[in-house]
């Protein structure tokens, strides 16, 4: 009996890590089809990238570093499930419903919201240097 007990917890680990592993796969092929089909997660990508190089001209100390990364990873975060939110809602009711519209005016406020903080974060970061 000891040694099937055994047996089973290797075989529950591996599975647990090959599970991991697969998430990580899906986690990373999520990353680009956003950045391959949704086009605010380019522009937002874009502009995320302007401040980074921003971040070396001004040579921000590495607490400005934190949390510029924080606020770009939050709003791109953030508009990745405003993208999931969007796709779900659609995929149950394709047509116009107002609860539909709701929800993803919910999620598009989400949105707006972080890059709002992001922007005054921006601010609060770089007008100081100008």
Known sequence: MGSKYQFTMNTSKDSF???RIKGGYYAIKGFFLLLK?????KVQAGISILII?????????????????????????VEGLNTAIEEIADFIHPEHHPKIGL???LSAGAVFFTAL??????????????
Not at 53 to 77: C, K, P
Request: hydrophobic share 55%; net charge neutral; charged share 10%.
């Open 17 to 19: 890590i090959k599970g």
């Open 37 to 41: 089909q949704e086009a605010s997660i």
């Open 53 to 77: 190089i921003a971040g070396f001209y001004y040579h921000i100390s590495s607490t400005e570093w934190m949390i510029q990364i924080l606020a770009i990873g939050l709003v791109m975060g």
């Open 103 to 105: 929800v993803k005016d």
């Open 117 to 130: 903080a992001a922007i005054i974060i921006a601010c609060i970061i770089y007008i100081p240097k100008l």
